[in-house]
């Protein structure tokens, strides 16, 4: 009977200057999701389209940032969160680029 073995997802070590600094990161994330709803509160203009559309993208770093300061890896491969899969992750970080270009 030939079985195959399931592969588990490999994680990488974070070390812990990088632990510290991914630390810093996140919780500079966290004030900028928490402070954006002030700046809407003061300026109803403040959002653009360029700035909800880095939302999924920045909520992938804090948790990517998470991972690496808490439990001090990264988390596991085939993981992309806040999307679905590699191809919607690349279907929007090629939407990205092109909004980025474009708007240059």
Same mark, same amino acid.
């Given at each position: 009977?030939?079985?195959? $073995?399931?592969?588990? @997802? ?10 510290v ?7 500079a994330?966290?004030?900028? #999701?928490?402070?954006? @709803? ?13 700035? #909800?559309? $880095? ?13 690496? %300061? #808490?439990?001090?890896?990264?988390? %596991?491969?085939?993981?992309?969160? @806040?999307? %679905? ?12 680029? %092109?909004?980025? $270009?474009?708007?240059?």
């Amino acid at each position: 009977m030939n079985t195959p $073995i399931r592969q588990t @997802p490999f994680r990488r070590s974070v070390r812990l200057p990088f632990r510290v600094l991914a630390g810093f990161v996140g919780i500079a994330g966290a004030v900028a #999701v928490v402070g954006t @709803p002030f700046l809407i509160w003061r300026d109803p203009r403040v959002p653009t389209l360029g700035n #909800v559309m $880095i939302l999924p993208l920045i909520a992938w770093l804090i948790r990517l940032m998470f991972h690496s %300061a #808490v439990y001090g890896k990264t988390p %596991a491969d085939g993981e992309y969160w @806040p999307l %679905a899969s590699r191809g919607v992750w690349n279907c929007y970080v090629f939407l990205l680029l %092109a909004y980025w $270009i474009l708007t240059r």
